[in-house]
């Protein structure tokens, strides 16, 4: 590993910080309590995304050690989040909308080839020790897991506004930890559940935001499906099941609303 000196971060996040590098890259050095395997484990999924044809920043050389803490060199992407821009430009929420739909319609084209984990076991792995779910209903959501169809395709796995990066030229995918192999549908399905959990948490603070998002995700899940249309039914299967999943993530605000969304399961 390369040992590396520091000035400022540029940027803060739960599990890491952002260091600008040489010309057009950025430094993402994990926290002293992030796991070196887990490091690594995204690297292989950076690579593995950017092999696949998707948008979204390459990863440069190998893992990086400064001041204890491993990290990983990026290909930099300038710009704001859609989280960060939408908001303040209101006007504009069906246009922003239709863009976030379009951008994992094409995403979900590309056929993920590398050894990466399959979303089904993702799945089964979270709602097999959900102890918060009645036995009855965890068995109920795993008999639906498998009668629902795998998939072959890139899946995000956390794809919601804050993830994506807009610049004046370009729109750009990030955060790629949870991405898996597996069916279109249970992507969009997490997507609405992220989005919707939201609004009814504390995560967005005031009704104008709140009814911001709900038209936000009302439009982007109409274009996604005139995009590649087909699937509605099959998308609303997949709704408990990433609920209940979503409850492994520890999330105490959103614990009542997920489990509400879970026992929708017909």
């Known amino acids: ?16 910080d952002i260091y600008a590098w040489e010309d057009g890259q950025i430094l993402k050095l994990f926290h002293d309590w992030f796991p070196l395997e887990d490091a690594e484990y995204e690297m292989k999924i950076a690579r593995a995304v950017h092999t696949s044809g998707v948008h979204t920043p390459a990863v440069i050389g190998g893992i990086v050690q400064a001041e204890g ?36 319609a094409q995403m979900h084209e590309r056929v993920f080839t590398a050894e990466v984990p399959t979303q089904r076991n993702k799945f089964e792995r979270r709602l097999q020790h959900l102890e918060i779910l009645p036995s009855t209903l965890r068995n109920k959501l795993l008999e639906q897991l498998a009668s629902l ?38 992507d969009v399905a997490r997507t609405t559940i992220i989005l919707l959990g939201a609004v009814e948490s504390p995560q967005l603070p005031n009704l104008f935001l709140k009814t911001f998002v709900k038209v936000f ?29 979503r409850l492994s993530e520890g999330i105490q605000e959103l614990e009542k609303w997920l489990v509400e969304q879970a026992q929708k399961i017909e």
């Open 1 to 16: 590993m390369k040992e590396i000196s520091l000035d400022q971060p540029i940027a803060h996040g739960r599990t890491a």
């Open 69 to 104: 803490r491993n990290g990983l060199i990026y290909e930099r992407v300038d710009g704001q989040s859609m989280l960060e821009v939408a908001p303040r430009q209101p006007w504009k929420i069906f246009e922003y909308a239709k863009r976030f739909a379009a951008l994992q």
């Open 149 to 186: 169809p795998d998939g072959d395709r890139v899946c995000h796995g956390d794809f919601h506004p804050a993830n994506v990066l807009i610049s004046d030229n370009d729109i750009t995918i990030i955060d790629w930890i949870d991405s898996s192999r597996g069916n279109p549908l249970a």
């Open 217 to 245: 995700h009302s439009t982007y899940l109409k274009n996604y499906f005139l995009l590649r249309s087909g699937g509605e039914d099959e998308y609303r299967r997949w709704l408990p099941i990433v609920a209940a999943a």
